[in-house]
């Protein structure tokens, strides 16, 4: 936010007007302009410009134009505030006895003109953490989706085994279901059969279309839903002229187009569009995988989102997706070598048969907000409706005839290298046929309003009162198909000497037709002493029932800030706490046999969040150059339904039988290190355990003939330290070329034998994950270039962007999952299945 001062605003003389007040007049000076949204530079109206501590204020008008009377010989402070607008504060010094100064007030919109979210304090929300979406288009990333940078910019958050190909993450020993996606306040769901990361196609958020988004680890408030984990909430930018992009690389490419108008007789009527279109392969990156084949990935996004203004206080929003992953792979041969310098194996395997994926997702919305221009008790009311369906078919029947071998390691031998022994021989036979209808509509009223008191000697103080109930309807239709055989040195497995018996086999056949209601009331109180404090106190009530088990929820939650006005330091401090629920959805009904649990109940939490934010060093307008947040946490779990992770599949065990608890501490220090380019570093130090109910936990330690009961095991998501580097830099004398590298950091993620993992639960880890993408980007042009460049190639365009990247530059093999060989004797040996390697890409990002 700035205010600029200009003589250009400055209103005649009112003296004959103001004669009768000639003495007061002596003691008072004027203050006059326009207040202006500082995004499109239009005059804004209904804004209150007031003296800080006094009843003294003034209303901007239809052309947001204000006249303020001001005490003369006093320093005066301004605080600017205006529904769906960023509170703006500015110390104007003082003023003269009869002085008349002009002034222009920028404000900057916290949403959209009626997409708006009504917010009564000044402090950021407590439990969030915002970024811009600007400063991320340049990260390099694999998948291309914006999920793949959360490790970077939110707290505690970390990718899983599907690697840098997934755009799934966990936050704070949770998985990838135990989080919330909303995208302009529309709740985002996803498939729900994929099971490896490259099957994985175009997540909802396109990175091109995206304002802000903002993020919680954590301790949300009950307006948020029913989930355990963390809240990604997602606003779309609102265009106030045409722009359009094209990007391609040799991992696909996009367009989007965005732009707005005037329409209708007195030209009132607005329309608003944001638009695009993604297409995305992954064959380039898969030819490095240790499965040799024809890799053929085919991935497609489109979507819109339309606003429409009746009339400056009521706003209709469309938003509309189409999305389809194609995977197709026809699988020839393999070789992998793992093991350590006196141990090492080698699989190698030939394949026939093929694999043909497809998910194909349907999702639109409409929204209706209603926010009335009044001056007291402002007020928004808005209507959501919304539906989603997922169209996925698997279809795999894949032969592999594998044979295991030890290998020479002894670098002396003239045999190194070399197999020296046979473990295993056999055939791997995996069938699927699964197919899955699900479908879902969501009904949904919201609400807010705002109680003030300003101006008193306690302090500025507000109220802000919301709520929402929703309606959901659910269903799904699965027919389910899949087995495994085993065959190994001509036996099958598991093998009792009589008959053929398959490995794993899961046939089912369900639908499934549910509702749920849900909804919430919270308020959000706000205290505000100018030059002393601000404190932020919001508690509210959440409730969830579902038909299918019969079950109420009810969540409390409260959060609570503290910002000093009067250190010399810039920190505020925050701590939320509250009850979490997760009611069943699809996946965690289903048990391993295929079989629906409908008495399975809620998954239950209770969150406790500590955390600071410290603003420092040089300050530039209102912003320090670096900020640290940290936060400590404990989540109290139980209820849980277990479940094993398999790359990116996750089986539940579809019954409420663990209990577990998770604690750490969280850090994000970001600013710019070099002047003008933003960085950051994120590390996260947690502790994730649980105890399944009715088992005796076992461990056996190394050298040790008897294993030792322990109370807890690890959760399938722990991870001890993950540590994500983003940073960027440019050439001194050049800031048209510049570097953008990306450090991922973790230890390994846990897991336990096949088919036997519950006593001996989760006892081994994948090596630890690293790998470092760098990125070169030049600005081969910019619009201001036109004057000095007029018949260049690019003059018709605003900026040209080309990059080079290079993925995996230090060429680190890091694991996806395990592949299990289990010989005729019951030994089992897991192989590692290994992400992508090293790879160059070129992208060219154009803005028109």
């Not at 501490?665 to 960085?679: H, I, K, Q, T």
């Not at 005729?824 to 154009?846: H, M």
Request: with cysteine; glycine share 8%; net charge negative.
């Amino acid at each position: 936010m700035r205010i600029n001062y200009s003589n250009l605003c400055v209103l005649p003389l009112l003296l004959l007007v103001f004669s009768a007040l000639d003495l007061s007049a002596k003691n008072s000076a004027l203050i006059s302009g326009i207040v202006v949204n500082e995004t499109n530079d239009q005059p804004v109206e209904l804004a209150i410009i007031r003296v800080a501590g006094t009843n003294v204020f003034a209303e901007s008008d239809m052309e947001g134009e204000f006249e303020l009377q001001v005490p003369a010989n006093v320093d005066v402070n301004l605080v600017v505030t205006r529904l769906g607008y960023h509170t703006l504060e500015q110390n104007i010094g003082t003023l003269e006895p009869g002085e008349q100064r002009g002034m222009n007030i920028y404000i900057v919109p916290t949403d959209s003109d009626l997409e708006v979210i009504v917010r009564s304090g000044r402090i950021e929300e407590v439990t969030m953490v915002r970024e811009q979406a600007e400063k991320l288009r340049f990260i390099p990333s694999v998948s291309g989706n914006f999920e793949s940078l959360l490790s970077g910019i939110a707290l505690g958050t970390y990718g899983g085994t599907g690697g840098e190909l997934s755009s799934q993450y966990n936050v704070r020993g949770g998985n990838y279901d135990e989080n919330l996606v909303y995208v302009n306040d529309f709740e985002i769901y996803r498939p729900q059969l994929i099971s490896s990361s490259q099957q994985e196609g175009l997540s909802f958020p396109n990175i091109h279309l995206i304002r802000d988004v903002s993020f919680s680890s954590g301790g949300f408030q009950p307006r948020y839903g029913d989930k355990m984990s963390s809240v990604l909430d997602i606003r779309y930018r609102v265009p106030s002229e045409f722009k359009m992009g094209v990007e391609a690389s040799l991992l696909g490419g996009g367009i989007h187009a965005e732009g707005s108008g005037f329409m209708g007789d007195h030209g009132q009527n607005r329309l608003r569009y944001l638009a695009g279109f993604r297409y995305k392969t992954t064959r380039y990156l898969l030819g490095t995988l240790d499965v040799t084949g024809e890799y053929a990935p085919d991935f497609y996004d489109f979507q819109a989102f339309l606003t429409w203004d009746f009339n400056p206080e009521l706003q209709l929003g469309v938003i509309g997706n189409y999305n389809r992953s194609i995977y197709s792979f026809i699988p020839e041969e393999r070789s992998t070598a793992s093991g350590l310098i006196d141990f090492a194996l080698q699989l190698s395997s030939v394949f026939e048969g093929s694999q043909e994926d497809d998910f194909e997702n349907y999702m639109g919305g409409v929204s209706l907000t209603w926010l009335p221009e009044r001056v007291e008790n402002p007020l928004y009311l808005k209507l959501l409706a919304s539906g989603f369906q997922s169209d996925e078919n698997e279809s795999t029947d894949i032969l592999g005839f594998y044979r295991l071998a030890q290998i020479e390691t002894d670098i002396g031998s003239e045999d190194l290298g070399e197999e020296i022994a046979i473990l295993g021989t056999g055939t791997q036979h995996t069938y699927k046929r699964n197919f899955l209808t699900l479908r879902v509509l969501n009904l949904q009223h919201k609400g807010g309003i705002e109680f003030n008191k300003l101006g008193e000697e306690s302090g500025d103080r507000s109220h802000f009162l919301e709520w929402g109930l929703g309606y959901k309807r659910e269903f799904f239709d699965d027919w389910i198909n899949e087995w495994e055989r085993l065959d190994s040195a001509g036996y099958s497995l598991p093998y009792d000497g009589e008959t053929t018996n398959l490995f794993e086999v899961l046939k089912s056949t369900n639908s499934q037709y549910s509702k749920r209601m849900e909804g919430f009331l919270q308020n959000t109180y706000t205290l505000y002493k100018p030059g002393r404090r601000e404190w932020q106190f919001a508690g509210g009530l959440r409730f969830n029932y579902w038909d299918l088990n019969r079950e109420l929820i009810l969540s409390p939650r409260f959060s609570a800030s503290l910002r000093p006005l009067d250190w010399d330091t810039d920190m505020s401090f925050r701590l939320s706490t509250g009850l979490y629920a997760q009611p069943p959805f699809y996946r965690e009904l289903r048990r391993p046999d295929g079989s629906l649990n409908m008495d399975l109940k809620a998954q239950r939490s209770f969150h406790i969040v500590g955390g600071m934010t410290w603003d420092f060093g040089q300050k530039t307008g209102n912003r320090r150059k670096y900020r640290l947040i940290t936060e400590l946490y404990y989540k109290s779990l139980w209820n849980l339904v277990s479940y094993e992770l398999d790359n990116v599949k996750i089986s539940y065990s579809g019954e409420n039988d663990a209990r577990g608890y998770v604690m750490g501490l969280d850090a994000r220090l970001n600013g710019e290190f070099v002047p003008g380019a933003e960085s950051w570093i994120n590390l996260s130090i947690l502790r994730a355990r649980e105890r399944l109910d009715d088992v005796t936990h076992l461990r056996r330690e190394l050298g040790e003939p008897e294993a030792k009961e322990v109370k807890d095991v690890p959760r399938p998501s722990d991870q001890l330290v993950n540590v994500s580097v983003f940073f960027q830099d440019y050439l001194p004398n050049n800031e048209n070329f510049k570097m953008h590298l990306n450090l991922e950091l973790g230890t390994g993620l846990p897991f336990g034998l096949r088919g036997n993992n519950r006593v001996y639960r989760n006892t081994y880890r994948f090596s630890p994950y690293h790998r470092v993408d760098i990125g070169f980007s030049y600005l081969l042009w910019d619009e201001s270039r036109r004057k000095t460049n007029p018949n260049s190639l690019f003059r018709h365009t605003r900026r040209v962007w080309a990059s080079l990247e290079v993925f995996n530059l230090m060429q680190v093999q890091n694991e996806a999952s395990k592949t299990w060989i289990k010989t005729i004797f019951q030994t089992q040996y897991a192989i590692p299945n290994y992400l992508t390697s090293r790879r160059i890409n070129l992208r060219v990002q154009v803005d028109i």
